[in-house]
Nanobody
Framework: QVQLVESGGRLVQAGGSLRLSCAASGRTFSSYTMGWFRQAPGKEREFVAGITRSGGDTYYTDSVKGRFTISRDNAKNTVYLQMNSLNPEDTAVYYC?????????????????WGQGTQVTVSS
């Protein structure tokens, strides 16, 4: 099992940047594909970005390509989401998730472990 704790969410102005972090417990962090999802009020949870076990491959939803970057440090059991050029449509609770699948999925059901979420609010 793995436990996930997100941090870094806060209020930021449009055009600004934030870096979210997700710290994982356990010694098998490198065996999980990691992902970031978000959920805005009244909307379904949506995939944002994913990264394979080694960090060699990353994938993104179209709306964040070129603005967000996912990365991981397996030595620190941490995955990051660097978010640039933020706009109000990025406002949501952001969740970190872990999957035992090899990678490439953007389906929430493929991720068996979730953090509690961190709020990102972008003001216009």
């Amino acid at each position: 099992q793995v436990q996930l704790v997100e941090s870094g969410g806060r209020l930021v102005q449009a055009g600004g940047s934030l870096r979210l972090s997700c710290a994982a417990s356990g010694r098998t962090f490198s065996s999980y594909t990691m992902g970031w999802f978000r959920q805005a009020p009244g909307k379904e949870r949506e995939f944002v970005a994913g990264i394979t076990r080694s960090g060699g491959d990353t994938y993104y939803t179209d709306s964040v390509k070129g603005r967000f970057t996912i990365s991981r440090d397996n030595a620190k059991n941490t995955v990051y989401l660097q978010m640039n050029s933020l706009n109000p449509e990025d406002t949501a609770v952001y969740y970190c998730a872990a999957s035992v699948a090899p990678g490439g999925s953007n389906w929430p059901g493929a991720f068996g472990y979730w953090g509690q979420g961190t709020q990102v609010t972008v003001s216009s």
